[in-house]
Structures are given as structure tokens and as C-alpha cells.
């Protein structure tokens, strides 16, 4: 298995430009999330998914959307870059149903995006 | 809306010391979960507590969970330079479904 996968690892972007960084999971979770993480601010959920068609936002949704069209891909796109959200940004996904594995987030090795 | 703090925001030991962090909620969660973050890397799940008051230990690592469910600690024994990195607590509301995490405590041990 190859986990949970983010694309691309590195971005630089002008301003106002749009992009969609990719999130794929092969384990068959149900929940996926956003997080963004600047220095000194932990993480913080940009939006999250409890299941195919199902979103819903998290503490930071401004400037993101999101779609959950499979069990296994959750998509970000920024629509209009702003300086402001120039971040490192992880996907994560786990297990909503019983025993150990539940609940337990698995990360990607993250997106470090620039915005000029 | 929930939020997770946790204090320090950073602390330098030398290599033996003893590290504790905490980490405060302003609800009630149904549980907490706990990661460790390499410099440069992501986060990797370390343990999760249900129960009021539980105490769980791995290895040099002791974790608890307070007893009205807001609160939780880790604390690590005679740290060592594998230590280093960020330490994250994480937690669900009761009857909601999003993680929320806390601010994180970075870790550094000098040899």
C-alpha cells in the first residue's frame, strides 16, 4: 500500500493564479482532511470529508474548496493565490469504523506551496 | 469554536532531562490523540486515550488524559536526540467528527 499521497511535493505560484494539489488514499478510508501548517500555528483544518459526496469546512475554509467525487481522492483548490497562503499543506485520511485502526490519521508527506 | 492549546510552545533540554508538554481544550472531548512530527517531515500518530483519567506508557513516554476530559499530558523520561521534533495533541469533540489540533510543542534535545 502506498498510504496516503500528495502532488505535487513543491509549488511556486504568482498571485491570483489557481491550482489543485492532489490527494489520494489507498486505504479505503472514509474521512480525509486539510490541514495547513505555518510556523508557530500547529495545524489547522482547511476542510474535511466524512465520505464520498460529503465536505464540510473546517477552521480555515477561505480560499479553498474542496470535492470528494471517490472514497479515494480529495482534491484542494485554491481558486485565486494569495500571499497569505503560502503554507506546507497535508492530507490526511483514517478509519471510521471499529477496533484499534479507528480514528488514527495517516499523513502525507505534504505540499510546500509558495505564493509570490 | 473548539480550540487546542498546549504549552510550551517550545523547550530545549539537554539529552536525560525529563520533557512534559500539555495540552488544554475549551470543550469536552471524546478523546485525544497524540503525534510526533520529525523536522522536515509530517505527522505520525504515537497514541490515542478514550478514558477519563487514563494513563497509557510507551516506552519512555507516559501519557494522560484528564479527568473531566479536557486536558491531556505527555511526558518524556530521560529524553534523548531521537526526541527531537514537534509534539502534537489532537482532539474530537463529543458528537462531532472533525480533529482538531492543538499548537504544538517543539522538542529540542542537545546532546
Known amino acids: 500500500n502506498a498510504g496516503v499521497t500528495q502532488t505535487p511535493k513543491f509549488q511556486v505560484l504568482k498571485t491570483g493564479q489557481s491550482m489543485t494539489l492532489q490527494c489520494a488514499q489507498d486505504?479505503?478510508?472514509?474521512?480525509m482532511s486539510w490541514y495547513r501548517q505555518d510556523p508557530g500555528m500547529g495545524l489547522r483544518l482547511i476542510h474535511y470529508s466524512v465520505g464520498a459526496g460529503i465536505t464540510d469546512q473546517g477552521e480555515v475554509p477561505n480560499g479553498y474548496n474542496v470535492s470528494r467525487s471517490t472514497t479515494e481522492d480529495f482534491p484542494l483548490r485554491l481558486l485565486s493565490a494569495a500571499p497569505s497562503q503560502t503554507s506546507v499543506y497535508f492530507c490526511a485520511s483514517s478509519y471510521r469504523g471499529t477496533g484499534l485502526a479507528k480514528n488514527i490519521q495517516y499523513f502525507g508527506a505534504g505540499t510546500r506551496l509558495s505564493v509570490l | 469554536g473548539q480550540q487546542v492549546m498546549q504549552i510550551p510552545q517550545y523547550q530545549h533540554v539537554q539529552e536525560g532531562e525529563d520533557f512534559t508538554t500539555y495540552c488544554n481544550s475549551s470543550t469536552t472531548l471524546s478523546n485525544i490523540q497524540w503525534y510526533k512530527q520529525r523536522p522536515g517531515g509530517h505527522p505520525v500518530f504515537l497514541i490515542q486515550?478514550?478514558?477519563?483519567?487514563e494513563v497509557k506508557k510507551q516506552k519512555r513516554l507516559t501519557f494522560q488524559f484528564g479527568e473531566a476530559k479536557k486536558n491531556s499530558s505527555l511526558h518524556i523520561t530521560a529524553t534523548q536526540t531521537t526526541d527531537v521534533g514537534t509534539y502534537f495533541c489532537a482532539g474530537r469533540n463529543t458528537g462531532f467528527q472533525k480533529l482538531v489540533f492543538g499548537t504544538g510543542t517543539r522538542l529540542l534535545v542537545s546532546p
Open positions: 486515550l478514550v478514558k477519563s483519567g
Open positions: 486505504m479505503n478510508h472514509e474521512y
